[in-house]
Every structure is written in structure tokens, then in C-alpha cells.
């Protein structure tokens, strides 16, 4: 079973990314929250720190 995470970076960039219901929330929250991602599109790379988690989207 999955669930659903809204993901937001500091540059205003949203994801919903969906994880597995098995896995807590404070895991998944741990993953992204102040984290660098590559949110960009190749080849161009746009590294953004998460800035904001949600769930129950």
C-alpha cells in the first residue's frame, strides 16, 4: 500500500511523491526535510533544499 507526501523547496517547487505505507512518517520526513534534491530538468541541474513537508494531501 502507498502513501502520499507533498513535497515543497525553497524555490517554490512542489512534488507529490508517493512512499510506502510501511515506511513512518517521521522516516519519510527525515528523507526530504532539509535536504538538497536536483529539481531541475536535464541538463540543466537546479539543487533546492526541502523547506516543507506535508501529508494527508
Not at 520526513?29 to 530538468?41: I, M, R
Request: hydrophobic share 40%.
Amino acid at each position: 500500500m502507498l502513501d502520499s507526501v507533498k513535497v515543497t523547496f525553497a524555490n517554490g517547487d512542489v512534488i507529490i511523491t508517493d512512499y510506502n505505507a510501511a515506511v513512518s512518517r517521521e522516516e519519510v520526513a527525515k528523507y526530504y526535510f532539509g535536504k538538497v534534491f536536483d529539481v531541475g530538468v536535464y541538463p540543466r541541474e537546479n539543487l533546492q533544499k526541502c523547506v516543507k513537508i506535508e501529508f494527508d494531501i
